[in-house]
């Protein structure tokens, strides 16, 4: 079975730094383009970053200079080290691996990164 499982989530203090993991199973996530979203209550969830197959990443301007997005595919694993956290970064952060030949999407349960004032 797929399963994608985010860990590192928690609470800081502005101007402090976390990074997010998510180790995938039960596919080829190598081929995968794989990304972080996250999500408060009310809002849609927004795409934070992404990072295709070649290495090509993405980052919504809000994180641009502020988070960086990796990979390790031998390891299945996606990334992102968020550095100078704002209380504005608080939400759930999403896990996503996306195959585009076929349209097909998974996602990890999500981790809370809350950012204290």
């Known amino acids: 079975q797929v399963q994608l499982v985010e860990s590192g989530g928690g609470l800081v203090q502005a101007g402090g730094s976390l990074r997010l993991s998510c180790t995938a199973s039960g596919s080829t996530f190598s081929i995968y383009v794989r990304g972080w979203y996250r999500q408060t209550p009310g809002k849609q969830r927004e795409l934070v970053a992404t990072?295709?197959?070649?290495?090509?990443?993405n980052y919504a301007d809000s994180v641009k200079g502020r988070f960086t997005i990796s990979r390790d595919n031998a390891k299945n694993t996606v990334y992102l080290q968020m550095n100078s956290l704002k209380p504005e970064d608080t939400a759930v952060y999403y896990c996503?691996?996306?195959?585009?030949?076929?349209?097909?999407?998974?996602w990890g349960q999500g981790t809370q990164v809350t950012v204290s004032s």
């Open positions: 990072i295709t197959a070649g290495g090509s990443t």
């Open positions: 996503n691996a996306h195959r585009i030949p076929t349209g097909l999407d998974y």
